[in-house]
Each structure stands twice: as structure tokens, then as C-alpha cells.
């Protein structure tokens, strides 16, 4: 495995946007943009793909007191490539192939010479998905909207 020094590390803004993507990316768009580069480069599991729980906390009024909100089904996986990048993913739900799928999606897109390729057939069209989708979403609960005003009689004038 190789090290590498600070300089040549990603942005880590970047990375943290890219993660987002594999995350919300369906196994399908996952397999189509990653099947042509995958076998190439040869990942192998440091940790065995795995399901599990994760407790949710929230905050009284948003910054107040946490509390337990609950449980969710979260599911992991970390990977290592031939040339010694290594990729993690943790996804909402228990399908442990789309974790292993985003987890190789993030060493490759660490690799410079995949994250070209990464960063056009997944993170920017599932960035566009979920753009689109949260339009659509606001378009119709923004024809729900109901604009209330009040008559000013005339004695409070």
C-alpha cells in the first residue's frame, strides 16, 4: 500500500461530495460506470462487506440537549486497490454489493487517473438526479401554497 503525503491527498470537501454520490447512486448506475474499469484494477476486501445498526441522535429544537431518535440499517464496506488506494462507504439500508460498489467508486475515484472517469459516469449525473428531484419537489409543494393576507377594516385605520 502506498502513502501519500498531504499534498497529493484529495480535498477533503471533494471527497466528502463524491461519498455523497456513491451513496445516493442505485447499484445499477454504480455497476454501468464502474463494470468497464473495475477488474482492471483489482480490489480486494480489507473488511468483509457488513449490515448493521446505527443509533440516529437529534437535537431538542436543533442545537439543544441530544437525544436517541432511533435506529437505522446502515450498511459498509472498505476496499483496497492494486495500486494501494483504499476506499470506504457506508450506505442507508442492508445491501452490502452497493456498499462494496460505492467503496470501490471512492479508491478509484482517489486514483488520478480514474477520478476523471468517476467524477463524469457517477458523481455528476447522480448530482443532477438529485438536483432534478429536489426542483420537482419544491415546484409541487410550492403549488400547495396557500398566501394568506388580512382585510384592513376600517375603525383600525
Not at 39 to 58: I, K, N
Not at 99 to 124: C, F, G, K, M, Y
Request: net charge negative; aromatic share 4%.
Amino acid at each position: 500500500m502506498t502513502q501519500s503525503s498531504p499534498s497529493q491527498l484529495p480535498d477533503t470537501s471533494a471527497r466528502r461530495r463524491a461519498m455523497a454520490a456513491f451513496a445516493e447512486a442505485t447499484t445499477d448506475e454504480l455497476l454501468a460506470a464502474l463494470d468497464p474499469i473495475e477488474a482492471a484494477h483489482g480490489a480486494t476486501d480489507l473488511r468483509r462487506p457488513e449490515a448493521g445498526l446505527v443509533m440516529l441522535r437529534g437535537r431538542i429544537g436543533g442545537d439543544g440537549n441530544a437525544f436517541n431518535l432511533g435506529e437505522a440499517s446502515v450498511a459498509r464496506a472498505s476496499v483496497c486497490l492494486a495500486t494501494g488506494e483504499v476506499g470506504h462507504a457506508y450506505v442507508l439500508g442492508r445491501d452490502v454489493g452497493k456498499a462494496r460498489l460505492a467503496a470501490i467508486a471512492d479508491a478509484l475515484w482517489q486514483a488520478s487517473a480514474t477520478r476523471e472517469h468517476i467524477e463524469a459516469t457517477i458523481v455528476q449525473p447522480v448530482e443532477s438526479r438529485l438536483s432534478a428531484a429536489r426542483s420537482d419537489k419544491a415546484a409541487r409543494v410550492a403549488a400547495t401554497k396557500v398566501d394568506f393576507f388580512t382585510l384592513v377594516r376600517g375603525e383600525d385605520a
